[in-house]
């Protein structure tokens, strides 16, 4: 992407947010020009051909990550996986580094939980995916941000074990992978909120409640994950809540992540999966039909996933693998604040780079390689 193309793309101010300059953008479709929209929010629908930058933008990134959030929000009324639900389970922990979330996501959540309703959805009640990334959004925020668990915390998790079904997991979502991709990778989510409320386990006294976090363990430590996707995910639950692996399986999925690193130091979310594997294996033509197919370039979601998943694991931020990971995180942003990540599912919004944008900052925060945020992130129109 040369200069004339790079400036044609932040042309208009707002590095690129709130534009339509993108190569590719001028010719989708015009329901699909905006990634994100409500009222005076209007995010332009990622591309591959975005220009990236020279150095990573915090802000930014941050900028993208508050708008898109609340633009969901405020727009659809729900609570989703790929979008405020990623953003309340991973935005919490860049607290400390790069300052409070956004408060308005926080109501949202409490707001949800309150009413037990959602605007998206037939009957317009909570799924239990829904109600597995709002205790999740929820705990993480009282972990990173209050310091304190909740009330909602407590009620969102006692409501989402009196879903339970009697064999461990939850009824899930297969409708987009790989954040809603099995019943498993779900349950990881739900261990994942467990093992981070701040002492909700430990001062568990109710014996219904104990017995459920005992089923979760149970389910996610004998069941076999349905793919290495959910093998990353086992591992990063369990570095939260303990009894989730067997004996030796911790060093293997290490080396298993390490396996799949690519020579530019990033990993490939589609190598982590048979295209059959993800959901309800619906999406296999198309992904067998893609051009990157048998190689499947890096891109911002696994590589921040894989970073996160290994340092919370233990693996050093010095270990050689870590370092090639940060370098590719901190080569490939884009002019607008994003890491590109293709779509699972359609070629319409790639909502994936939601989550794609949020991991690599807590990879780098992890790995201590996060850039300075030299102004602070924009409010929210």
């Known amino acids: 992407m040369g ?52 150095e990573v933008s915090v802000q930014r990134a941050l900028k993208y ?3 898109g959030a609340t633009a969901w929000s405020r ?3 729900c609570v989703t996986c790929h979008t405020n639900g990623s ?13 409070q979330p956004a408060p308005e996501l926080r109501d949202f959540f409490g707001k949800v939980l309150r009413e037990g309703t959602s605007r998206l959805g037939k009957e317009g009640k909570l799924g239990d995916s829904q109600m597995i990334y709002l205790a999740r959004g929820l705990a993480e925020w009282d972990a990173h941000v209050s310091g304190t ?14 879903r339970q079904l009697p064999t461990g997991e939850w009824k899930a979502a297969l409708c987009w992978p790989p954040l809603e991709s099995s019943a498993f990778q ?69 080396e298993m992540i390490r396996s799949k690193q690519r020579a530019d130091g990033g990993w490939a979310l589609r190598a982590f999966a048979e295209p059959e594997q993800w959901g309800e294996g619906n999406r296999a033509e198309k992904l067998r039909a893609e051009r990157e197919f048998a190689d499947p370039p890096s891109d911002g979601h696994q590589t921040g996933l894989a970073l996160v998943a290994l340092r919370e694991a233990g693996v050093g931020a010095r270990d050689p693998g870590i ?33 794609g944008t949020l991991y690599p ?14 102004s602070a992130s924009a409010k929210v129109p």
């Open 149 to 162: 668990l909740s009330e909602e915390t407590e009620q969102a998790l006692k409501q989402l074990f009196e």
């Open 65 to 67: 990550l508050d708008q």
């Open 75 to 77: 727009g659809h009324k």
């Open 186 to 254: 779900e349950a990881t989510i739900a261990a994942l909120a467990v093992g981070t409320a701040p002492g909700w386990l430990a001062g568990l006294s109710d014996e219904g409640l104990k017995a459920g976090v005992k089923r979760l363990q149970d389910y996610l430590r004998k069941v076999e994950p349905p793919h290495d996707y959910g093998r990353v995910m086992l591992l990063l639950a369990s570095t939260k809540l303990e009894g989730l692996l067997e004996e030796g399986e911790k060093e293997r999925i290490i």
């Open 3 to 54: 200069r004339t193309a790079n400036r044609a793309w932040l042309a208009g101010g707002l590095g690129g947010l709130l534009l339509l300059g993108a190569a590719g953008v001028a010719g989708a479709e015009d329901k699909f020009k905006y990634q994100y929209e409500f009222e005076s929010i209007r995010i332009p629908r990622l591309d591959a051909d975005e220009p990236k930058r020279r």
């Open 361 to 374: 900052l807590v990879a780098l925060h992890l790995c201590d390689a996060l850039p300075p945020n030299r």
């Open 87 to 99: 953003y309340m389970a991973l935005r919490p922990a860049l607290t400390k580094p790069l300052g």
């Open 323 to 355: 370092q090639k990971g940060v370098r590719w995180l901190l080569a490939n942003q884009r002019e607008s604040g994003r890491w590109w990540t293709r779509s699972l599912n359609t070629d319409n919004y790639h909502f994936i780079a939601f989550s």
